[in-house]
């Protein structure tokens, strides 16, 4: 499986940006996909998870809930969005896709096998 992230860029606080996740090979049913991000000298950190058939969840960290929302792309199944509302400076970061295909805590970084390149989000105060 490759993962491909997209949908970065430079944006003020207050604003929104999507970003997608696509996936190439298969994907894992039941298992979760996730976004995790890494700002600058920090360590990464779990955003979002949804599993692949939409069963359960999503699950969000606590920075982030009421303003992101994870879904996947109903027409094009390999693939899943991130939308970022009301951003703030504090969600600059890298952003990656990760996939699994164990079961466990949709936070567990540890047992994703699959990440995708990162894409830079910028949010400008």
């Known amino acids: 499986v490759q993962l491909q992230a997209s949908g970065g860029g430079l944006v003020q606080a207050g604003g929104s940006l999507r970003l997608s996740c696509a996936a190439s090979?298969?994907?894992?049913?039941?298992?979760?996909v996730a976004w995790f991000r890494q700002a600058p000298g920090k360590e990464r950190e779990f955003v979002a998870a949804i599993r692949w058939n939409g069963a359960g969840g999503p699950y969000y960290a606590d920075s982030v809930k009421g303003r992101f929302a994870v879904a996947r792309d109903n027409a094009r199944r390999n693939t899943v969005h991130l939308q970022m509302n009301s951003l703030k400076p504090e969600d600059t970061a890298v952003y990656y896709c990760?996939?699994?295909?164990?079961?466990?805590?949709?936070?567990?970084?540890?047992?994703?096998?699959?990440w995708g390149q990162g894409t830079l989000v910028t949010v400008s105060s």
């Open positions: 090979g298969r994907t894992f049913g039941s298992y979760f």
């Open positions: 990760a996939a699994r295909n164990v079961p466990g805590a949709p936070t567990d970084e540890a047992v994703y096998a699959y």
